[in-house]
């Protein structure tokens, strides 16, 4: 199914949007990965999800990617006697180990690693920030705090812990899990939350065992000081707004938000934007102006994916959220601005041979009258190349492998074309240019650029380009090979 637009969309799929009717509409409507979230729902609704996705990627045609997003080490305060409690500002707090039920002055934590992990300053966030705790002393089982901002405090209500890395691995045992179980499944992408450090993603990559691409979600100070590091082990990257926002001040995330777009698209590595995009669409049928504008700088950034959470997943209004998302995509990119901010914000990369030849199809394809970059790619890798171009003209992936195009899904700009193996460029470029006239992306008359690594199907070794008909007639006449 060929978009009017690059950005990619991802919706998660829930209660409001689990039956093959809505996923169908769904992705008609412009949804192009579909989230699968591995902290609500049991294995059987999850595989029963992945199985319509299938469905309606056999009736469709297309290519659709499936991503499962792991939970991670969900931090929560224990049990209160009373159903809640106020918090005062200024008042004297105190967290534990103790199982007992929890009232106005103390309640357990059980924990003992955030424990481990404090000093006295340290900043304390339950739920979602609006209560928040400064550490004055604390030990190997407790925390004396004073509230600086109060709030009402209830039965298990996240913890976040900003100041400090938490000696916690990214993988539950329920993250170990789910993990076995997606790959099992086949899922196309694994995304891995409470990311701190490198070591996290390879950890991770290990139990993958290269059964599906890891996408690591950056929701921590922590991943945000060593983001390089991470996105050098990451296939991947999503910026997850939600909790960064918790544990930063919420005017410090815009400016991450840019900065790590900038950096993913220039490592060639898909990047999606997440969290309360067109938050008000889980009840109401139109966003906020707002709303729309935060989509729309997302995609200005030129970032590869935006996603839809709670919207698609359990709002009354799902398909209409993946339509007003396409629709604000398809104006943005029509814009002259857009381009001019896009091509402003590229970086030259000439690092390898792959790296001349992409930007070579860039610039021939822009300064003639080229209709599409056709690339041929085992693993994926030269897409990701010349979709870090950001070319003027669509980007058609051929590739042999059904699981290389359904990971394309997630990247800029890339419209997949499933081909048989092939061992001879001249045949490459024939079915470039039959893939081409078959899509709609060009006329007989037109002509097209065509990337591939000779010899065939070895991974990254993009080395050749060409600038060919879409007649394959005129290919056979012209070519003495």
Not at 169 to 175: F, G, N, T
Not at 352 to 379: L, M, P, W
Request: hydrophobic share 45%.
């Amino acid at each position: 199914m060929r978009r009017l637009r690059n950005v990619k969309i991802v919706a998660t799929l829930g209660p409001s949007s689990e039956t093959y009717e809505v996923i169908h509409a769904l992705h008609m409507a412009g949804a192009d990965v579909f989230r699968l979230n591995m902290s609500h729902g049991s294995h059987d609704s999850i595989r029963e999800k992945h199985r319509i996705i299938r469905q309606v990627e056999q009736d469709t045609g297309g290519s659709i990617g499936i991503l499962a997003d792991l939970q991670g080490p969900k931090l929560r305060v224990g049990r209160f006697a009373a159903d809640s409690h106020q918090l005062e500002t200024g008042a004297k707090f105190r967290l534990d180990l103790d199982p007992a039920a929890g009232d106005q002055a103390r309640v357990c934590l059980p924990h003992p690693e955030i424990f481990a992990a404090l000093a006295p300053g340290a900043t304390l966030l339950v739920n979602d920030g609006k209560i928040r705790l400064r550490v004055d002393d604390c030990g190997a089982d407790f925390a004396n705090c004073e509230v600086i901002a109060g709030g009402v405090i209830s039965d298990r209500k996240g913890v976040n812990v900003p100041d400090v890395v938490l000696p916690l691995a990214a993988l539950s045992a329920k993250d170990r899990g789910d993990l076995e179980f997606a790959c099992g499944l086949g899922v196309d992408w694994l995304a891995l939350s409470f990311v701190q450090r490198p070591e996290d993603v390879i950890e991770a990559r290990m139990l993958c065992k290269g059964r599906a691409a890891i996408l690591s979600k950056i929701e921590k100070p922590a991943a945000v000081d060593c983001f390089d590091d991470i996105l050098a082990v990451s296939d991947g990257i999503m910026v997850a707004r939600g909790d960064l926002g918790v544990e930063l001040p919420v005017q410090n995330v815009p400016p991450i938000q840019k900065r790590l777009v900038r950096k993913c698209r220039s490592a060639a590595k898909p990047v999606i934007v997440a969290t309360q995009m067109l938050e008000s669409m889980i009840e109401s049928p139109m966003p906020t102006r707002a709303e729309v504008s935060d989509v729309a700088t997302a995609i200005y950034e030129g970032a590869d994916a935006v996603m839809l959470s709670a919207e698609s997943a359990a709002g009354q209004f799902p398909i209409e959220a993946v339509t007003t998302m396409n629709n604000v995509a398809t104006e943005v990119e029509q814009d002259p601005t857009y381009t001019q901010i896009i091509e402003a914000s590229r970086v030259a990369k000439r690092a390898s041979v792959a790296d001349a030849i992409v930007s070579a199809a860039r610039e021939i394809a822009e300064n003639t009258d080229i209709k599409t970059i056709c690339c041929f790619s085992q693993s994926g890798t030269t897409a990701l190349l010349v979709a870090r171009e950001r070319p003027r003209v669509p980007i058609i992936a051929m590739t042999p492998l059904v699981a290389t195009a359904r990971r394309l899904t997630l990247s800029w700009g890339v419209n997949c074309v499933m081909t048989g193996p092939l061992e001879r460029f001249k045949m490459a470029v024939v079915a470039a240019a039959k893939a081409a006239r078959q899509e709609g992306y060009a006329a007989p008359s037109d002509q097209i650029v065509v990337t591939a690594g000779v010899p065939f199907n070895v991974p990254g070794s993009t080395n050749i380009l060409r600038v060919a008909p879409c007649d394959e007639r005129l290919i056979f006449s012209t070519d003495p090979e």
